[in-house]
């Protein structure tokens, strides 16, 4: 019995309660309740009274151990992109041998993600949407779970108290890989095999634009698989852009595009030059996110 009113007690402290409508509603209730039995001495009403007083009493405490029990923790995954909507992964667990009801997460002051219940000595993860307004570290924080189970007599909160810690990528912006790579394409390979139409966007040659397609009003160019890769792709921060943010982004963007079309690359920085041999994507990226 004390194990438990100690647990109870530990619990509540991480719980915050806060009024509602309904319990405005229930102390009217049951003061109108008591003045009715206090001059009438009606028996109906003393039962009543009991049922409300009842009902009100025990919701507190089980509100509170139905939101308590839930351990949270941000896990480690995905990529974050500046200006981009990322994803941060929370775990829910609960702890008890009982099931959860009815749970709100918050991630902002006005949205939320619902969670119906939760089974006994069960976890599930929710996607929390996040959007960095800058390249590099962030921490996420100041989520919270909110919940009014089983009555809706008291808004229950209990904050997240684990902070996420993440890294925010540059915008993948700028010139396709494909236009860049049209600019190179003696360096890059020999074409061996038609491999369709693709939007003329001006970097392409002239001798690829297919000439069926202007005549329907489309321009369109020839694209060819290539036979062979006879050089790495090299991409030099100085000659991606106009400005250092501008750079990285464009830079970020060839960087995803091989990674999707498994090219190896290498990209020269003004005190360092990054390959695809000695780092992973993940490493390059961070680079220019911490640059």
Known sequence: MMKSLRTFIQIHRTVKQHATRFSVVVVILLFGLFLEAYMHDFNLVYITLFFVFSFAFTAGPMGVLNIGSIETKFLKQGRFFVKEEGLIPLRLHNNTKTTVWAIDVFYDQETSLPLKKLAPECSVTLQLPYMPEKRGFFTYEGCYMESKYPL????????????????????????????????????????????????????????????????????????????????????????????????????????????????????????????????????????????
Not at 195 to 201: E, M, N, P
Not at 216 to 232: P, R
Not at 271 to 282: A, G, M, N, Q, V
Request: aromatic share 10%; with cysteine; net charge negative.
């Open 152 to 291: 809706s007599t008291a808004r229950l909160t209990k904050n997240v108290e684990d902070e996420f810690q993440g890294l925010a990528y540059p915008q993948p912006k700028g010139r396709p890989l494909s236009s860049f790579l049209n600019e190179k394409e003696n360096h890059y390979g020999e074409e061996k095999e038609f491999d369709g139409l693709r939007v003329y966007d001006g970097s392409q040659k002239l001798s690829h634009i297919h000439w069926a397609s202007v005549a329907k009003g489309e321009v369109s160019v020839k694209t060819f698989i290539k036979e062979h890769q006879t050089l790495q792709l090299v991409f030099d921060f100085k000659q991606a852009g106009s400005d250092d943010e501008e750079r990285l982004s464009q830079l970020c963007l060839w960087a995803l595009s091989c990674e999707k079309a498994h090219l190896g690359f290498e990209i020269q920085m003004p005190h360092k030059r990054l390959s695809t041999k000695k780092e992973t994507i993940d490493e390059i990226l961070s680079y220019l996110a911490k640059y």
